[in-house]
């Protein structure tokens, strides 16, 4: 059988496909001695396509975080700033300067991803429904992993998981899904910042009145998110930051996690001996807070064009919205960046 080609081209829309995803991210420490080129193949070439193969799965795609270049593409400019400690979680200045590691982890699940030499990558697969993400055939892959899949998964140390359903998924009205400059190495490129956080459901502290605002205070979070990335709420207008004119805001995607679906494909066969981050075990007195917030991932893609520094050019805009969250009751907001690999379509799998 030919192998499936991962797609560098153009698509007509950034909106994710379907209305859910699954969202994993995690780094590979240096102490484990991964050989990166081979775990590289096995997710690009053996675990995206079978995963496409499975009902419901649409899309997936691939990104490396921008914690540190390769070698062969460290300069003066990015050297600054992806060594200089502005990752994991990013707080740079509002005028988009370079961010510090503000030196912030969470309890005891070892997601610091502070290591200079670490690699940092994330997976996004688009369904058509949470439910997929949950369905027979699903469940069935992470009970029986591969050979390869069993050896690689606990290598992501600190793995985040998280099966979503979409919220909102808004398209900036240019480019594609694919590296803007095309093949890697071209001329420009697709860099995403993620985010993500716990989101409040409610923030009346009267039981009798909790029920009737959850609706209304979710919706007003994810409102004002999409008012900070696209003004307006308006899609099919890319927002240019300001002083920045070779960066464009170009896609949001706001997911909410559902927990239950979640821990069932976590708990498999394909994630033993994977250390998972941010599923902490809260004391006993949180247990009425927990049922009135859900994590929330946000998605903001962006171009931009060389000599543009990825990191420091989304600074601004990450820690700008950031502060949104925040002041919304937003709790345990983080935010990581990524730049493109490869991304392959359910078409690209069946065809081949």
Not at 108 to 129: C, H, I, K, R, T
Not at 160 to 188: F, H, K
Request: charged content about 25%; hydrophobic content about 30%.
């Amino acid at each position: 059988m030919q192998q499936p080609q991962p797609s560098h081209a153009h698509e007509a829309s950034r909106k994710l496909l379907g209305s859910a995803a699954l969202i994993l991210w995690g780094a590979i420490s240096p102490s484990s001695r991964t050989d990166e080129a081979a775990l590289n193949d096995w997710w690009t070439n053996e675990h995206l396509p079978e995963r496409l193969r499975l009902p419901g799965f649409r899309r997936a795609r691939r990104y490396r975080g921008l914690l540190a270049p390769p070698p062969s593409t460290l300069t003066a400019t990015t050297c600054s700033v992806a060594m200089g400690g502005s990752l994991p979680e990013q707080r740079g200045s509002e005028d988009g300067s370079k961010g510090k590691d503000n030196g912030e982890r969470e309890g005891g699940d070892g997601d610091g991803y502070g290591d200079e030499s670490e690699s940092v990558y994330l997976a996004v697969y688009e369904v058509d429904n949470v439910t997929d993400l949950c369905s027979e055939e699903y469940m069935q892959k992470l009970e029986e992993p591969t050979e390869r899949t069993a050896w690689f998964m606990p290598r992501l140390a600190g793995m985040r998981r998280s099966a979503c359903g979409v919220v909102e998924s808004m398209d900036g009205g240019v480019g594609g899904l694919a590296g803007a400059g095309g093949e890697e190495g071209g001329g420009g490129g697709r860099v995403v910042g993620l985010m993500a956080f716990w989101m409040p459901l409610s923030r009346s502290s009267s039981t009798g009145e909790q029920t009737a605002q959850r609706s209304e205070d979710a919706s007003g979070l994810f409102s004002s998110i999409g008012d900070a990335v696209f003004p307006s709420g308006v899609e099919g207008s890319s927002k240019t930051k300001e002083g920045s004119p070779g960066l464009e805001i170009t896609a949001l995607h706001i997911a909410q996690e559902d927990e239950a679906i979640t821990q069932a494909g976590s708990s498999t066969k394909s994630y033993h001996g994977v250390r998972f981050s941010g599923q902490r075990q809260r004391a006993a007195g949180e247990a009425e807070q927990n049922r009135n917030e859900k994590r929330c991932i946000v998605l903001v893609e962006f171009d931009l064009r060389p000599p543009l520094e990825p990191l420091a050019c989304m600074a601004g805009v990450m820690d700008s919205l950031r502060g949104r969250v925040e002041r919304e009751g937003g709790r345990e907001v983080k935010w990581w960046g990524f730049e493109w690999i490869c991304g392959m379509r359910r078409e690209d799998v069946i065809a081949g």
